[in-house]
């Protein structure tokens, strides 16, 4: 079967938002639309659509589309270039003629595409959102052009038309601050490495893995310029950067009669500077960076500020609160004890109201027309601060129809929204964060986005909703879940379940058949019926398993996995079993790969806990044989994950790739293998990002632990001396990260064989409990 397929990686771009007016970039007529769109197509699907006749009709209220056609070609119509793109896509895919995915294209290019009946798919969201601030750190550091095309083009293949577009911006704040009397070698120690610039400019930290090369910043502005030419092409909407009040500490020095917070030390970093709004120079440096940034980039619409991002608002007058009262997240921040601030609640109201009045305002003094965005994630993760009083106090006096709300953690938070009443009238966006720190669980939760979309969409409370999104901290893994997504926003997810599937499995391996249909709804029942997967934090630990984090002799309190393991492993036997007749189609060999080392993993989790309890009870032999299954199946796993496109080795390569001289390679390539182990600071980031990665497996988490149950078994039933174990594991991490090792991406030749082996491994592996 004739077939195009790509491999792509690292993704990124942050989020997305809605409007009430239609894009800028279709004002200019349809016929530039429909030449972006022909090229979009061209680039997704080849030849394949070379003759559709397309059309785009802008000016409805949502958007739409309609595939029709007869004597043996199609018709595609629509609002927008995207709507043109999605509604091709969806009409390939429903043929089973074509499937889009970070993971790869199954695209056939041979026999006729089925005319369209010409009725028309209208989506209940005027907008469909996408991309988190932090996927530019977990996925798109080291991502070119080639790359970002090939992603706008999945934006516009899952009809996506509001995605944050935050590359380039160092270029802008660099200019900026030159302007404001820093040196070179302040600037030099005030951005942050590459994999660390979501944190910095959300002002959570400052000089992290510093510098940050010169020829990054200006590749990255050269990038910027590109996407957003794109995406305006496609009648894309980009939400942009502004400022939000964080300023260098050289900056506060240069500056000391300014109001100027010392905020708290995020995660156990050191401390960031916050600018009052009330300070005439906010305004002069908001003003500046929008004036500077349209210079460079060119005019937009909606401009996001997030002020506190995991950080608290500083009410009294000498900011203390902000420096010292405890963030309310307390699964991960606990790194630093905290004392109980009093806040007087009317000062805490009118202090609020002024922030965002005064943030608003810096925007439009520059962008009249601009709409203000921001996300509301912190209104969930510190629920006790940004209690209902506060947030409509927060948003109170910017006018409504000029502020927009992300409210992106409906999957965690889900009552954030119900909360703040519907945000008290101003346009706002909901959706799913999904994936924290790119990590890769295989987890979802298909039957709840199929009664939660179309309920949001229908809700008579929900106020302005003006869209969905998705908001990933990372990419690259759980492709099924997107695709679920972005067919509910756009009404098309309504099928059956089962016939849902069917028609996924149909587009993604070229065929299904009764006994496939059944194994992938055993694996959605196993593994995507998950919504949030909460062992990524335990303990204030973080790592995507038990066998991901940080080693502790605690690990008997570990909780069981989410999910349902029996049928988890029922569907990867089956799906196994199905290999004859599937086994030629990458993206199944993909898709049951992650099953497997999903299966295989937790399967090292249980037999962790068997290893530590043996050795502290004195049991060597439990212990040493525990530790015999579980190197074999690491080793095993990782190996057979050589099948996937990323690896720490191609994760290592990308960083290396994008240096312009051997320091600036070398520093990329710190800052890669710093994000996916130790992260940095001193609190318990170690792990967040932690991935399910050939690399990963063989030489970081198996020689950890190992060197952990060493000294568990070495101390036996005596005092085991846990903090020195830990301090000197510590610095095992901080060598490795610094370790000059060249890691290779190495396939399986036989990936069935070795997932066979894997299961059988499962099957005979100790038990849980002792």
Sequence with gaps: MPMKASLNRRQAISLAAAAFVASPALAAGSTDGVAAARASLKRLFGRRLAGAHLTVTPGAERSWYAIGGKGGAISISGDSPVALVRGAYAHLRQAGLAHVSWEGDRVVQAGAVPAGAGARVETPFRHRAYLNTCTYGYTTPWWGWGRWTREIDWMAAHGIDMPLAMEGQEYVWRALWREFGLSEAELADYFSGPAFTPWHRMGNIEGYKAPLPTAWIDKKKDLQVKILGRMRSLGMTPILPAFGGYVPKAFAE??????????????????????????????????????????????????????????????????????????????????????????????????????????????????????????????????????????????????????????????????????????????????????????????GDLGFYRQDIPAIAANPDAGKLAGFGMFPEGLHNNSIVYEAVYDLAWSEGQASPATWLTRYARARYGKTSPALDAALGQLVEAAFSTRYWSPRW?????????????????????????????????????????????????????????????????????????????????????????????????????????????????????????????????????NAKAQVTIWGGEGNLNDYASKAWQGLYKSFYLPRWSRFLDALKAAGTGTFDEVTVTRGGVAWERAWVEAEVAYRREKPADPIGEIKTLIARIDRGGEKTP
């Design 254 to 443: 240069k500056n000391p009669k300014a109001r100027i917070y010392r905020m708290r030390p995020w995660e156990g970093f050191h401390e960031t500077y916050w600018l009052d709004p009330a300070d005439p120079l906010f305004a002069k440096i908001a003003a500046r960076f929008l004036a500077l940034y349209t210079e460079t980039f060119g005019a937009g619409t909606y401009y996001l500020a997030d002020s506190f991002n995991e950080m608290l608002p500083p009410i009294n007058a000498d900011g203390a609160d902000a420096r010292d009262a405890a963030y309310g997240d307390g699964t991960a921040n606990t790194a630093v004890t905290k004392t109980k601030v009093e806040v007087d609640p009317a000062l805490k109201a009118q202090r609020l109201a002024a922030y965002g009045k005064a943030i608003y305002d810096s925007i439009r003094q520059t962008r009249p027309d601009a709409v203000w965005v921001m996300q509301g994630w912190l209104f969930g993760a510190d629920s006790h601060f940004w209690d209902p009083a506060a947030i409509s106090a927060y948003l109170s006096l910017v006018p409504d129809d000029k502020l927009m709300i992300l409210d992106i953690g409906n999957d965690r938070y889900p009552n954030v929204w119900k909360n703040a009443k519907a945000f008290g009238g101003k346009p706002w966006i909901y959706g799913y964060v999904h994936n924290y720190g790119g990590s890769n669980p295989v987890y």
């Design 538 to 670: 335990w303990k204030s630990k973080a790592g995507a398993y038990l066998f991901f984090k940080r080693p502790t002799a605690t690990v008997g309190d570990f909780p069981q996995h989410p999910g349902d393991r029996a049928k988890l492993e029922a569907a990867v036997k089956a799906l196994t079993a199905l290999a004859p007749t599937y086994g030629q189609e990458p993206l199944f060999v993909l898709d049951l790969t992650d099953a497997t080392r999903h299966l295989a993993t937790m399967k090292i989790d249980d037999l962790l806990q068997v290893a530590v309890a043996a050795y502290r009870r004195g049991d060597t032999a439990a212990g040493d044989a525990a530790r015999v299954e579980i190197e074999a199946l690491a080793l095993s796993i990782d190996k057979l994950l050589g099948v996937q496109p990323d690896t720490l080795a191609t994760w290592i390569d990308e960083a290396r790739a994008y240096g312009d001289t051997p320091a600036d390679a070398a520093a990329y390539v710190a």
